[in-house]
């Protein structure tokens, strides 16, 4: 739950240059006269490869995260990975312009406008790029078994085992489901090892067992597998 959007990112921007229709550009951080900046350098060609050539738009990109799922691959010899995280697929994200990304900072719950200011005190995120991971997550021989927004996930869930949520968990569970709150902008990945039986969907969780072993940056990195009945 929400571990995707933890990991670094590469902020990219789409640069109109001299005599050229423009090219996707890293953002990245000097150390000026009054104190941390952001330049331009050239970025990767594979990061870059798939985005839409506009202006005004600005993405993130993950290696990290992408690596993460690498290997937790390697580890899930049968099961399943369930990720829970807010984020959108890149025919959904590049619809309308995006000329400030989705990276944010936080700090005491507030929003940051300067990224770059007080360095250490806040609480630095971005918006899961989904396209990416389910590709690469194909790349891997894991198989998608549901890609869905959480409030359709959740709602699912409760129809289907006909559980009846007490009246002070009614309000918890609108805020998960509905499309203006939680419900549409967060996502559901299901993805199975190659060994796994295929099912239509993952409706109901019997148990959990965090898998050992996996670590990311000395933390244990949160990935699970799934014992459905």
Not at 120 to 144: I, M, N, S
Request: neutral net charge; proline residues 6%; hydrophobic residues 40%.
């Amino acid at each position: 739950n929400e571990l995707l959007d933890s990991f670094p990112v590469h902020q990219l921007e789409f640069c109109k240059t001299e005599g050229k229709n423009g090219k996707w550009m890293e953002c990245c951080i000097a150390l000026g006269t009054d104190g941390f900046t952001w330049v331009h350098q050239p970025c990767p060609e594979s990061w870059s490869i798939s985005l839409p050539v506009h202006a005004r738009w600005m993405t993130e990109h993950s290696p990290q995260a992408a690596q993460w799922l690498q290997d937790a691959a390697k580890i899930l010899k049968r099961g399943r990975i369930l990720l829970l995280d807010y984020g959108w697929t890149d025919e959904e994200y590049f619809q309308t312009e995006k000329p400030k990304g989705t990276l944010r900072g936080y700090h005491n719950h507030c929003i940051v406008d300067n990224l770059l200011a007080q360095p250490g005190e806040k609480d630095l995120t971005a918006h899961v790029r989904w396209t990416p991971l389910l590709e690469h997550a194909k790349r891997l021989h894991l198989q998608v078994e549901e890609f869905i927004q959480q409030g359709r996930w959740l709602s699912r869930i409760v129809a289907e085992n006909l559980i009846e949520p007490a009246p002070r968990e009614i309000r918890q569970f609108n805020a998960l489901t509905h499309p203006e709150i939680m419900g549409a902008s967060f996502r559901i990945l299901v993805l199975a090892s190659a060994r796994s039986k295929s099912r239509n969907g993952l409706t109901f969780i019997r148990s959990i067992a965090p898998l050992p072993e996996l670590f990311y940056n000395k933390k244990t990195a949160l990935i699970m597998a799934i014992n459905l009945l």
